[in-house]
Protein backbone atom coordinates (compact mmCIF):
# COMPACT_ATOMS: atom_id res chain seq x y z
CA UNK A 1 0.00 0.00 0.00
CA UNK A 2 2.68 2.08 0.83
CA UNK A 3 4.45 1.76 -2.13
CA UNK A 4 1.41 2.18 -4.20
CA UNK A 5 0.57 5.52 -2.72
CA UNK A 6 4.68 7.04 -3.37
CA UNK A 7 3.55 5.88 -7.40
CA UNK A 8 1.31 8.30 -7.18
CA UNK A 9 2.70 11.22 -5.87
CA UNK A 10 6.11 10.56 -7.56
CA UNK A 11 4.25 9.25 -10.82
CA UNK A 12 5.76 12.30 -13.08
CA UNK A 13 9.05 12.20 -11.46
CA UNK A 14 9.32 8.27 -12.31
CA UNK A 15 7.69 8.22 -15.35
CA UNK A 16 10.58 11.29 -16.80
CA UNK A 17 13.14 8.97 -15.15
CA UNK A 18 11.82 5.87 -16.48
CA UNK A 19 11.69 6.73 -19.78
CA UNK A 20 15.33 8.65 -19.95
CA UNK A 21 16.48 4.59 -18.48
CA UNK A 22 15.09 2.67 -21.64
CA UNK A 23 16.65 5.31 -23.64
CA UNK A 24 19.87 5.00 -22.44
CA UNK A 25 20.31 2.25 -21.22
CA UNK A 26 21.93 -0.45 -23.88
CA UNK A 27 19.44 -3.30 -25.36
CA UNK A 28 22.01 -6.54 -24.57
CA UNK A 29 21.28 -9.99 -26.05
CA UNK A 30 20.52 -12.68 -24.52
CA UNK A 31 23.40 -15.02 -24.09
CA UNK A 32 23.96 -17.45 -27.33
CA UNK A 33 23.77 -21.18 -27.01
CA UNK A 34 21.76 -24.35 -26.67
CA UNK A 35 18.65 -23.86 -24.34
CA UNK A 36 18.39 -27.73 -23.34
CA UNK A 37 20.80 -30.10 -23.57
CA UNK A 38 22.53 -33.05 -21.09
CA UNK A 39 25.78 -33.00 -19.04
CA UNK A 40 28.60 -35.06 -20.34
CA UNK A 41 29.08 -38.29 -17.69
CA UNK A 42 32.41 -37.81 -15.91
CA UNK A 43 35.10 -40.16 -17.23
CA UNK A 44 36.73 -41.96 -14.08
CA UNK A 45 39.69 -44.14 -14.56
CA UNK A 46 40.77 -45.91 -18.02
CA UNK A 47 38.06 -43.95 -19.61
CA UNK A 48 35.08 -45.28 -17.66
CA UNK A 49 32.67 -43.76 -16.77
CA UNK A 50 31.37 -42.99 -13.43
CA UNK A 51 28.29 -45.09 -12.21
CA UNK A 52 27.53 -43.32 -9.54
CA UNK A 53 26.32 -39.90 -11.08
CA UNK A 54 22.41 -39.31 -9.93
CA UNK A 55 20.19 -38.37 -13.29
CA UNK A 56 18.27 -35.16 -12.43
CA UNK A 57 15.80 -33.49 -14.53
CA UNK A 58 16.08 -29.48 -14.45
CA UNK A 59 14.14 -26.96 -15.96
CA UNK A 60 14.64 -23.24 -15.61
CA UNK A 61 12.21 -20.69 -15.96
CA UNK A 62 12.21 -16.92 -16.54
CA UNK A 63 13.12 -13.59 -17.75
CA UNK A 64 16.12 -11.70 -18.73
CA UNK A 65 18.34 -13.09 -16.32
CA UNK A 66 17.43 -16.57 -16.67
CA UNK A 67 17.95 -15.83 -20.48
CA UNK A 68 21.48 -14.99 -19.83
CA UNK A 69 21.49 -10.97 -20.64
CA UNK A 70 24.98 -10.32 -19.84
CA UNK A 71 26.42 -13.02 -20.86
CA UNK A 72 28.04 -13.79 -24.07
CA UNK A 73 27.32 -18.04 -24.03
CA UNK A 74 24.93 -19.67 -22.16
CA UNK A 75 28.00 -21.35 -20.42
CA UNK A 76 28.92 -18.47 -18.54
CA UNK A 77 25.03 -17.50 -17.80
CA UNK A 78 22.85 -19.21 -14.90
CA UNK A 79 22.19 -22.47 -17.06
CA UNK A 80 25.69 -22.93 -17.70
CA UNK A 81 27.18 -22.64 -14.55
CA UNK A 82 24.33 -24.89 -12.71
CA UNK A 83 25.20 -27.70 -14.61
CA UNK A 84 28.64 -27.07 -14.31
CA UNK A 85 28.52 -27.19 -10.34
CA UNK A 86 26.55 -30.41 -10.59
CA UNK A 87 27.90 -32.20 -13.03
CA UNK A 88 30.18 -34.14 -10.96
CA UNK A 89 27.52 -35.53 -8.71
CA UNK A 90 24.69 -35.79 -11.14
CA UNK A 91 23.82 -36.91 -14.82
CA UNK A 92 21.89 -33.38 -15.61
CA UNK A 93 18.81 -33.27 -18.44
CA UNK A 94 18.01 -29.74 -18.54
CA UNK A 95 15.77 -27.19 -20.39
CA UNK A 96 15.61 -23.44 -20.00
CA UNK A 97 12.25 -21.31 -21.32
CA UNK A 98 13.10 -17.87 -20.65
CA UNK A 99 12.48 -14.24 -22.16
CA UNK A 100 13.55 -10.80 -21.40
CA UNK A 101 11.21 -8.93 -20.17
CA UNK A 102 8.64 -11.82 -18.66
CA UNK A 103 6.98 -10.78 -15.45
CA UNK A 104 5.80 -13.71 -13.16
CA UNK A 105 2.43 -13.79 -15.25
CA UNK A 106 4.03 -14.30 -18.37
CA UNK A 107 6.43 -16.43 -17.06
CA UNK A 108 3.23 -18.55 -15.57
CA UNK A 109 1.55 -18.79 -18.95
CA UNK A 110 5.01 -19.75 -20.70
CA UNK A 111 5.18 -23.24 -18.51
CA UNK A 112 1.31 -23.98 -19.02
CA UNK A 113 2.69 -24.08 -23.03
CA UNK A 114 4.89 -26.34 -22.25
CA UNK A 115 3.85 -29.99 -23.12
CA UNK A 116 3.47 -31.43 -19.59
CA UNK A 117 6.32 -33.22 -18.35
CA UNK A 118 8.42 -34.29 -15.80
CA UNK A 119 10.89 -32.18 -13.88
CA UNK A 120 13.01 -33.11 -10.63
CA UNK A 121 13.71 -29.37 -9.78
CA UNK A 122 12.47 -26.14 -11.55
CA UNK A 123 14.52 -23.00 -11.04
CA UNK A 124 12.41 -19.73 -11.36
CA UNK A 125 13.89 -16.17 -12.18
CA UNK A 126 11.47 -13.62 -11.88
CA UNK A 127 10.41 -10.25 -10.31
CA UNK A 128 12.56 -7.72 -11.57
CA UNK A 129 9.93 -7.10 -13.73
CA UNK A 130 7.05 -7.28 -11.70
CA UNK A 131 8.99 -4.65 -9.33
CA UNK A 132 9.18 -2.04 -12.70
CA UNK A 133 5.58 -2.57 -13.24
CA UNK A 134 2.51 -1.12 -11.33
CA UNK A 135 2.19 -4.52 -9.39
CA UNK A 136 1.83 -4.46 -5.62
CA UNK A 137 3.71 -6.94 -3.25
CA UNK A 138 0.07 -8.40 -2.12
CA UNK A 139 -0.77 -9.61 -5.87
CA UNK A 140 2.68 -10.48 -6.68
CA UNK A 141 2.69 -13.43 -3.75
CA UNK A 142 -0.48 -14.33 -4.99
CA UNK A 143 0.86 -14.97 -8.74
CA UNK A 144 3.96 -16.45 -7.15
CA UNK A 145 1.68 -19.17 -5.37
CA UNK A 146 -0.42 -19.43 -8.42
CA UNK A 147 2.94 -20.20 -10.73
CA UNK A 148 4.47 -22.96 -8.27
CA UNK A 149 0.89 -24.43 -7.89
CA UNK A 150 1.34 -25.12 -11.71
CA UNK A 151 4.70 -26.21 -11.55
CA UNK A 152 3.40 -28.78 -9.18
CA UNK A 153 0.99 -29.95 -11.26
CA UNK A 154 2.31 -29.56 -14.69
CA UNK A 155 5.66 -30.84 -14.08
CA UNK A 156 5.38 -32.74 -11.09
CA UNK A 157 8.24 -31.07 -9.43
CA UNK A 158 9.19 -32.17 -6.27
CA UNK A 159 11.85 -29.36 -5.45
CA UNK A 160 11.25 -25.41 -6.79
CA UNK A 161 13.95 -22.84 -6.11
CA UNK A 162 12.61 -19.28 -6.82
CA UNK A 163 15.28 -16.12 -6.54
CA UNK A 164 15.46 -13.07 -3.97
CA UNK A 165 14.82 -10.19 -6.09
CA UNK A 166 18.22 -8.28 -6.37
CA UNK A 167 18.71 -5.21 -4.28
CA UNK A 168 17.62 -2.77 -7.48
CA UNK A 169 19.00 0.50 -4.50
CA UNK A 170 22.40 -0.08 -6.39
CA UNK A 171 21.75 -0.67 -9.86
CA UNK A 172 24.01 1.77 -11.59
CA UNK A 173 21.71 2.76 -14.20
CA UNK A 174 18.61 3.91 -12.72
CA UNK A 175 18.74 7.29 -11.26
CA UNK A 176 17.81 8.43 -7.86
CA UNK A 177 14.85 9.02 -6.70
CA UNK A 178 13.69 5.99 -9.13
CA UNK A 179 16.39 3.90 -7.72
CA UNK A 180 15.47 4.12 -3.88
CA UNK A 181 11.85 3.53 -4.90
CA UNK A 182 12.65 0.21 -6.70
CA UNK A 183 15.26 -1.29 -4.27
CA UNK A 184 12.10 -0.34 -1.09
CA UNK A 185 9.86 -2.44 -3.08
CA UNK A 186 12.25 -4.96 -4.25
CA UNK A 187 12.11 -5.41 -0.54
CA UNK A 188 9.12 -5.30 0.32
CA UNK A 189 8.42 -8.33 -2.50
CA UNK A 190 11.40 -10.41 -0.80
CA UNK A 191 9.89 -10.20 2.59
CA UNK A 192 6.48 -11.27 1.58
CA UNK A 193 8.05 -14.25 -0.82
CA UNK A 194 10.29 -15.03 2.26
CA UNK A 195 7.34 -15.30 4.80
CA UNK A 196 5.48 -17.57 2.17
CA UNK A 197 8.39 -19.78 1.04
CA UNK A 198 8.73 -20.84 4.90
CA UNK A 199 5.40 -22.66 5.00
CA UNK A 200 6.26 -24.55 1.98
CA UNK A 201 8.68 -27.55 2.17
CA UNK A 202 8.93 -28.08 -1.58
CA UNK A 203 10.34 -24.60 -2.17
CA UNK A 204 13.56 -22.73 -1.09
CA UNK A 205 14.60 -19.20 -2.12
CA UNK A 206 18.06 -18.99 -3.34
CA UNK A 207 20.65 -16.09 -2.09
CA UNK A 208 24.05 -15.39 -3.30
CA UNK A 209 25.03 -14.07 -0.13
CA UNK A 210 26.97 -10.60 0.68
CA UNK A 211 26.03 -7.51 -1.08
CA UNK A 212 25.99 -6.85 -4.85
CA UNK A 213 29.27 -5.87 -6.21
CA UNK A 214 28.14 -3.96 -8.68
CA UNK A 215 31.95 -4.06 -10.53
CA UNK A 216 30.84 -7.29 -11.85
CA UNK A 217 27.07 -6.32 -13.25
CA UNK A 218 26.88 -6.53 -16.73
CA UNK A 219 27.81 -3.22 -18.93
CA UNK A 220 24.18 -1.92 -19.02
CA UNK A 221 24.04 -1.58 -15.16
CA UNK A 222 21.19 -3.30 -15.03
CA UNK A 223 21.78 -7.27 -15.44
CA UNK A 224 24.40 -9.77 -13.82
CA UNK A 225 27.55 -9.90 -15.51
CA UNK A 226 29.30 -14.04 -15.37
CA UNK A 227 30.92 -13.55 -12.37
CA UNK A 228 27.58 -13.14 -10.54
CA UNK A 229 26.19 -15.38 -12.55
CA UNK A 230 28.87 -18.02 -11.29
CA UNK A 231 27.77 -16.82 -7.98
CA UNK A 232 24.17 -17.44 -8.36
CA UNK A 233 24.99 -20.70 -10.13
CA UNK A 234 26.73 -22.01 -7.19
CA UNK A 235 24.55 -21.01 -4.70
CA UNK A 236 21.25 -22.89 -6.97
CA UNK A 237 23.35 -25.66 -7.26
CA UNK A 238 24.25 -25.97 -3.20
CA UNK A 239 20.65 -25.91 -2.81
CA UNK A 240 20.36 -28.84 -4.87
CA UNK A 241 22.82 -31.26 -3.59
CA UNK A 242 21.82 -30.23 -0.24
CA UNK A 243 18.32 -31.87 -0.97
CA UNK A 244 19.24 -34.39 -3.80
CA UNK A 245 22.59 -35.79 -2.47
CA UNK A 246 21.67 -38.51 -0.14
Not at 41 to 48: I, S
Not at 121 to 147: C, E, F, Y
Not at 189 to 194: E, H, P, Q, R
Request: glycine share 6%; net charge positive; hydrophobic share 40%.
Amino acid sequence: MVHQLILVVMAPIFWVQGKHVRRSIPCLKEAEGPRRGKSNKVAGRQGKCVSIQKPLRILLLGDSAAAGVGAEHQSQALSGQIISALHHQFHVEWQLIAKTGFTTKQILQSALLHPKQMYDVVVVSAGVNDVTRPTSAATWIKQQQMLTNTLRSHFSCQHIILNEIPPMEVFPSLPHPLRWYLGSKAKAFNKKLTKWVATQPDCEIVNIGGPLDVVHMATDGFHPGPIIYQQWGQAVAQLIKSRWSS
